[in-house]
């Protein structure tokens, strides 16, 4: 299976987790709350990778009151089918939806977004700086861009080197597998920005918790991501990766609601007025 069918697959659990009230829910809230605290006039608003809408929903909530609109991408048609019944439960009206690659956005205008958002999203794609310089394109002078990632020693992460060390196999996830999910660093982080031509670069962290249910957080962990993760180890002991990591959270929380608390990165960078 190529990554894009494993994300069709997992869509259905991966999206409980990521379109539910919680820990995303609450990461694009922070997204929007640094770089959108007060909508004064109609905006227009990229969602790139925009999955089933944890950012495009609050967003588009958001700018409706001046009419503002959302434009959601996705390269995953099962995506946006979520996204657009999503849509429909909360009675939103101002969302586009287009099934685009992120890396060539090749049929919206160039220079008419004032914000471009990527929640989860730009780092995994094949080409990070091709994702990030689109958003560059479609931004107007003086726009801003904002992406969500994770550091290396996300919580996901650590329950796996947990889980791999219960197994007897070394902690480590080797960097070949991590350097496809994050970027290693805040620097690398803000290189792709500057490359993009993004004048300013600010990179902030915010830590959320969001008590679940423990079968829905072992159910997240069937994603692409995971399915990545597990390469580390030889075959024949992946399959006892998630039962280890239930078992483990059992163990620790004594109850089948466990909190899921995570430090997610979230850069800001600015495009300057002339170019
Ligand atoms: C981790 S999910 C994040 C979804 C959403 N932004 C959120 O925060 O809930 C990643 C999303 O990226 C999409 N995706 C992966 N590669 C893409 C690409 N090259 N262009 C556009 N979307 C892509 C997947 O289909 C999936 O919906």
Redesign the pocket.
Known sequence: MN??NE?SAAADD??KV??SKGL?AQF?CDMLDMTIPNVEKSLRVL?????????TIQAAERVSQHHGTVVA????QT?LDRLSANLATQNLQNVELHC????DMYSLEPESFDFAY????VN???DRQK?ISEMYRLLKPGGIASI?TVDRDWVEYEMVRDAFEELGEKRDIPDEILSKQTTLDDKELMDLYINAGFKSVEIHRSTRVEMMNLDTLIDFFK?P?FAALAEAIPESKRHLILPTIKKQLLEKYKCDIVPFEGTCVISIGTKGNHQ
Request: with cysteine.
């Open positions: 990554d894009l994300w991966f999206t990521m379109n995303f694009s969602d790139v990778a925009c999955g089933a809408g944890s950012l991408v996705d390269i995953l995506m685009l690659n992120g890396e990527s929640s989860f999203g995994i794609f094949k994702g969500s994603s991501i």
